[in-house]
């Protein structure tokens, strides 16, 4: 029983942080998107620092370098000169400067190899980082679009206002005409007292007409021209 009750809990836990997840989708979304920025500035300022050492390094191993060929070639012109003691001399500066000059290549080595590993990481960081802010921008534009969706179909009898808006016209419209049904009334009081008798008599033929009509104003017209 308390196995199934824990199931359950863990279950209903779940799924209210799922909802809540779905809920502030977006406002998430933005969060990580700060959180990749920021961890892409700290990448693109440690690999500015590593160019920097390299950099600083190659100038070091250069000037390095530039010494000990110039230092090389005094010890040559000693030699030929016969100053053997100026030359052992140039020549144990000469030892260590180039011992100097491959710790110096090796520590360069390093910095180039973690330049490029440290660049790369950079390149891939900052297409994903493209890449989660297109998806962002596409997020945020289906849930405008699915919250006008909801809006429109929502109203608080469950019609959407186009659908109440309808409703109303279909009943306005079906309503009978005042004007039309005082007509009818009229003709149904007027047969009930027989007033329309002599007129339906005088249309058909039986004795005169009770009301001028149109077509005997007309006939008197053509006559008189």
Do not use: C, W
């Not at 950099?55 to 040559?76: G, P, S």
């Not at 969706?149 to 009978?176: F, K």
């Amino acid at each position: 029983m308390l196995q199934t009750l824990s199931t359950l809990l863990r279950g209903a836990s779940a799924r209210a942080e799922e909802a809540t997840r779905d809920r502030y989708a977006i406002e998430l979304i933005d969060q990580k998107i700060r959180e990749a920025d920021t961890a892409l500035r700290t990448a693109k300022a440690g690999l500015a620092s590593l160019i920097q050492r390299e950099r600083a390094e190659r100038r070091q191993l250069d000037a390095l370098t530039a010494r000990t060929a110039d230092l090389t070639e005094r010890a040559r012109q000693a030699l030929a000169d016969g100053r053997d003691d100026l030359a052992a001399e140039a020549a144990e500066a000469i030892a260590r400067q180039e011992d100097e000059a491959n710790q110096r290549q090796e520590t360069l080595a390093r910095l180039e190899a973690r330049v490029i590993r440290l660049r790369g990481t950079v390149e891939t960081a900052h297409r994903r980082l493209f890449d989660l802010r297109q998806g962002a921008t596409a997020a945020r534009a289906l849930r405008r679009e699915q919250d006008l969706q909801t809006r429109l179909r929502s109203t608080n009898l469950g019609q959407s206002p186009a659908a109440e808006a309808q409703d109303l016209i279909d009943r306005v419209l079906s309503r009978d005409d005042p004007g039309e049904e005082a007509d009818i009334l009229s003709d149904i009081d007027r047969d009930l007292n027989d007033v329309a008798l002599p007129e339906r008599l005088a249309d058909g033929g039986y004795g005169p007409p009770t009301r001028t009509r149109a077509a005997d104003v007309l006939a008197r017209l053509k006559t008189q021209n």
